[in-house]
Nanobody
Framework: VQLQASGGGLVQPGGSLRLSCAASGSISSIAAMGWYRQAPGKQRELVATITSSSTTNYADSVKGRFTISRDNAKNTVYLQMNSLKPEDTAVYYC???????????????WGQGTLVTVSS
């Protein structure tokens, strides 16, 4: 399973960005997808996740501002980020929990990361 993220960039405080991440390669099933982020000097933290049945989970710091969604047919997850703050600045990593074949165990997969910078 390979994950390709896109959509990062520079945005002013209060602005919006939309991240996308597509899973490709050998994919048998994906139980959940989502986004984590890592700011300079900090540990990687959960931003939002969504299961195959569309159950969502958000970090308290982004509730009400970020929305995660998923297109199961395209194995793609999206993160709509509104009302962005400077503290949202980080490298955002796409994540999925799935299996490559029906014989494979469920595993964590990570994308390469996309930088989001919120600054005036």
């Amino acid at each position: 399973v390979q994950l390709q993220a896109s959509g990062g960039g520079l945005v002013q405080p209060g602005g919006s960005l939309r991240l996308s991440c597509a899973a490709s390669g050998s994919i048998s099933s994906i139980a959940a997808m989502g986004w984590y982020r890592q700011a300079p000097g900090k540990q990687r933290e959960l931003v939002a996740t969504i299961t195959s049945s569309s159950t969502t989970n958000y970090a308290d710091s982004v509730k009400g501002r970020f929305t995660i969604s998923r297109d199961n047919a395209k194995n793609t997850v999206y993160l709509q980020m509104n009302s962005l703050k400077p503290e949202d600045t980080a490298v955002y990593y796409c994540w999925c929990y799935g299996r490559g074949t029906i014989y494979s165990p469920l595993m964590n997969y990570w994308g390469q990361g996309t930088l989001v910078t919120v600054s005036s």
